[in-house]
């Protein structure tokens, strides 16, 4: 049995839960009340954690596998196996002071107060860089702490910023950088073949997210230039139109990023009937 934990609740839930029915692992009956929940997988189940225990808990094997957020597993230093970037839940950790603050750097810090929620992290920056700081740990609202005396910067979370500019702070340093990750237990990863399966499967939903199918009718006298303009991975796949002999269906798939100009520039080409179409899953 293969036990996977995943965030229970706060913004790195919902965005877990739908990457896992992606992938054909779907939370079966998971309510945000529930500690344990099926899949379509017998020999998998999950378990509802707070982001910041998961490390831990794949660790030391209460979970198998994990999802969250890399600035939690190195927060606890935990002694997991990294398997995965899942590009979601990207945010920054930030060293900030107040806007009006002199302080321009961190070595400008030098014998002063940092709050934090991720007293190692900092700790680890200010002690490379040879600046010596007290870190003074909080369990929240970190953006106050300058405010009321407690400390002269932070180090705390930022994704869009606002939480910063409307506590009349500025950030003047990064720290981290975050975004969310598989992981897994050292020594089940090495005695079971699951986890590769789930990493695999994960990993052809993220390959597929950026990437589309194109299908088109070529004139045969074009195929040479379509061609061209379809820098194919393995493709294109070319076929014969049953009802017209002049006419050829190719298939592509290209990056979804560049779709804008390739169809432009196939449409130039003579292709026409042109289908652009998401793809759920894409395994080399
Ligand atoms: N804007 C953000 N603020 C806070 N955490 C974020 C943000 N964007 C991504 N994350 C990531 O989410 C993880 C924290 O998730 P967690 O569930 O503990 O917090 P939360 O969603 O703010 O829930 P809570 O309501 O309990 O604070 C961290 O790995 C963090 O890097
Ligand atoms: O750069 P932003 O997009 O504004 O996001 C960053 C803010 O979001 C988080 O707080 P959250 O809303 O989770 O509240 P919390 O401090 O109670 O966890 C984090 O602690 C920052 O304060
Ligand atoms: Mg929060």
Same mark, same amino acid.
């Given at each position: 049995?293969?036990?996977?934990?995943?965030? $229970?609740?706060?913004?790195?839930?919902?965005?877990?839960?739908?990457?896992?029915?992606?992938?054909?692992?779907?939370?079966?009956?998971?309510?945000?009340?529930?500690?344990?929940?099926?899949?379509?997988?017998?020999?998998?189940?999950?378990?509802?954690?707070?982001?910041?225990?998961?490390?831990?808990?794949?660790?030391?094997? /209460?979970?198998?596998?994990?999802?969250t957020g890399l600035d939690l597993i190195n927060e606890t230093e935990s002694d997991v196996e990294?398997?995965?970037?899942?590009?979601?839940?990207? /945010?920054?950790?930030?060293?900030?002071?107040?806007?009006?603050?002199?302080?321009?750097?961190?070595?400008?810090?030098?014998?002063?107060?940092?709050?934090?929620?991720?007293?190692?992290?900092?700790?680890?920056?200010?002690?490379n860089l040879g600046v010596d700081i007290e870190v003074i740990k909080v369990s929240g609202a970190?953006?106050?702490?300058?405010?009321?005396?407690?400390?002269?910067?932070?180090?705390?979370?930022?994704?869009?910023?606002?939480?910063?500019?409307?506590?009349?702070?500025?950030?003047?340093?990064?720290?981290?950088?975050?975004?969310?990750?598989?992981?897994? $237990?050292?020594?089940?990863?090495?005695? $079971?073949?699951?986890?590769?399966?789930?990493?695999?499967?994960?990993?052809?939903?993220?390959?597929?997210?950026?990437?589309?199918?194109?299908?088109?009718?070529?004139?045969?006298?074009?195929?040479?230039?379509?061609?061209?303009?379809?820098?194919?991975?393995?493709?294109?796949?070319?076929?014969?139109?049953?009802?017209?002999?002049?006419?050829?269906?190719?298939? /592509?798939?290209?990056?979804?990023?560049?779709?804008?100009?390739?169809?432009?520039?196939?449409?130039?080409?003579?292709?026409?009937?042109?289908?652009?179409?998401?793809?759920?899953?894409?395994?080399?």
């Amino acid at each position: 049995m293969i036990r996977i934990a995943i965030p $229970n609740k706060g913004r790195l839930h919902d965005p877990t839960v739908n990457l896992l029915k992606e992938a054909g692992l779907p939370v079966l009956e998971g309510g945000t009340r529930k500690l344990f929940a099926k899949t379509t997988d017998p020999e998998i189940t999950y378990l509802f954690a707070r982001a910041a225990d998961i490390p831990e808990y794949v660790q030391d094997g /209460a979970a198998d596998v994990g999802i969250t957020g890399l600035d939690l597993i190195n927060e606890t230093e935990s002694d997991v196996e990294v398997l995965l970037d899942l590009k979601f839940g990207g /945010a920054s950790l930030v060293l900030a002071v107040p806007e009006d603050s002199k302080i321009s750097s961190s070595a400008e810090l030098q014998g002063m107060r940092v709050a934090t929620e991720f007293p190692n992290i900092t700790a680890k920056y200010f002690k490379n860089l040879g600046v010596d700081i007290e870190v003074i740990k909080v369990s929240g609202a970190c953006e106050m702490t300058p405010h009321v005396g407690i400390a002269d910067a932070i180090v705390d979370i930022s994704s869009s910023g606002t939480t910063l500019v409307t506590n009349h702070l500025k950030m003047i340093e990064k720290v981290f950088t975050s975004s969310v990750y598989l992981i897994a $237990n050292k020594k089940t990863k090495a005695d $079971n073949e699951k986890i590769e399966q789930i990493q695999t499967a994960v990993e052809s939903v993220l390959r597929a997210k950026g990437k589309r199918y194109l299908m088109m009718n070529v004139p045969e006298t074009e195929l040479e230039t379509v061609k061209k303009v379809l820098p194919g991975m393995a493709g294109p796949t070319v076929m014969k139109v049953e009802s017209d002999d002049s006419i050829l269906a190719v298939h /592509a798939v290209v990056d979804a990023s560049s779709i804008f100009a390739t169809v432009g520039e196939l449409k130039k080409a003579g292709a026409k009937d042109i289908l652009v179409v998401p793809i759920e899953r894409m395994m080399p």
